[in-house]
C-alpha cells in the first residue's frame, strides 16, 4: 500500500505545472531567511550561478567577521582538532610560516594559539575579501599579533609559506582549485591542510549557498579523487583525511548529488616531486 502511494506521489509531482510549483516553493525558501545555511541548484560556473543569484556581497561584508570576533576566536569546535594535530606536526618539524585561505579576521591564529606552542618569530598572512582584510588588520594591532598579516589577493606566484591552511573557505573562491594553485606556486608548501570541504564520489559541479541574510554565494562541490590527483599532480601526497560529520550537503531535487558529511585533508609535499 505504502509502495502504491509513493509511485502515485511521485508522478504528480512529476507533472509539469506541480514540478514548476514544487521548484518556485523552494527557491522562494532557499532565498527566505528560513533558508540560511541551505542549497540550491545545479550550475555549470560561478557565472551561472551568480546569473540565478539576488546581488549579494557573498562575503565581502563585516557581519560575520564581527560575530567571529566575539566566537571562533576564542574556542575551537571538533572539526579543528586535526588541523590542530597537523599544524603542531608541521611546527615540529620546522615549519614558520602560515598561508592561511579564508582565515578570516585570524580566527585560527587566535583559537589555536590557546593550544599550541607557536614557533618564535611565526609569521602568518590571511587571505581574505578588501572589507575583512581592513577589520583583521585592525583586531591584528589591537591583539598586539605582529606576525599576523592580511591580504586580498589569491595569488599562490608570490606566497613563500611552510603551511597552507583553508577551512570551510576554498569552495567559496572562483577559481578555488586546489591542485592548480599549488602549481602555481613557485615556493611549495610542505604542508597543505584543508578543512570542511564538499567532496564527494559524483562529477564536479556549482550550487548555490544561502550564506546569512540577503547574503548568497556560489559553492564548488568537488570530485574527492579528483581534488586529490590535482594536488598529487602538483607534487604532494596524501597523509591524513577525516570526516566533518557537523557540515552536510542536502540539495534538493538532487539525492545524487547530496552528501551526510564534509572531508578534511592533509596533504604533504613529496620529497621526489
Not at 505504502?2 to 521548484?23: E, H
Not at 557573498?58 to 571562533?72: I, K
Request: charged share 25%; net charge positive.
Amino acid at each position: 500500500m505504502n509502495s502504491v502511494a509513493t509511485r502515485i506521489r511521485n508522478r504528480v509531482k512529476s507533472l509539469p505545472l506541480v514540478r514548476d510549483q514544487l521548484k518556485r516553493r523552494r527557491i522562494a525558501g532557499f532565498l527566505s531567511p528560513d533558508g540560511f545555511a541551505t542549497y540550491y541548484g545545479v550550475f555549470r560556473s560561478f557565472e551561472e550561478a551568480r546569473r540565478f543569484l539576488p546581488p549579494s556581497p557573498e562575503f565581502d561584508q563585516l557581519d560575520t567577521a564581527q560575530a567571529y570576533e566575539h566566537e571562533r576566536m576564542h574556542q575551537v569546535f571538533c572539526y579543528d582538532y586535526p588541523v590542530m594535530h597537523w599544524l603542531g606536526e608541521a611546527f615540529r618539524a620546522g615549519a614558520r610560516s602560515v598561508y592561511d585561505i579564508g582565515g578570516s579576521i585570524g580566527v585560527h591564529y587566535f583559537a589555536y594559539r590557546r593550544y599550541l606552542r607557536y614557533p618564535a618569530a611565526l609569521t602568518w598572512e590571511i587571505c581574505e575579501t578588501p572589507r575583512v582584510v581592513k577589520a583583521g588588520r585592525e583586531i591584528a594591532r589591537r591583539e598586539e599579533a605582529p606576525g599576523l598579516s592580511f591580504t586580498d589577493a589569491l595569488d599562490p606566484s608570490r606566497v613563500r609559506a611552510d603551511v597552507w591552511i583553508s577551512a570551510g573557505a576554498l569552495q567559496y573562491i572562483e577559481n578555488g582549485y586546489l591542485g592548480e594553485l599549488l602549481a602555481a606556486c613557485p615556493h611549495p608548501p610542505g604542508y597543505v591542510i584543508v578543512n570542511k570541504l564538499p567532496l564527494y564520489v559524483g562529477d564536479d559541479f556549482v550550487t548555490t549557498q544561502n550564506v546569512g541574510p540577503r547574503m548568497f554565494a556560489p559553492v564548488h562541490v568537488y570530485n574527492r579523487a579528483r581534488f586529490i590527483r590535482a594536488a598529487e599532480a602538483a607534487g604532494f601526497g596524501l597523509a591524513d583525511a577525516w570526516d566533518v560529520p557537523e557540515r552536510e550537503l542536502r540539495l534538493p531535487g538532487h539525492p545524487e548529488r547530496s552528501f551526510p558529511r564534509f572531508s578534511g585533508l592533509c596533504l604533504h609535499q613529496m620529497k621526489d616531486a
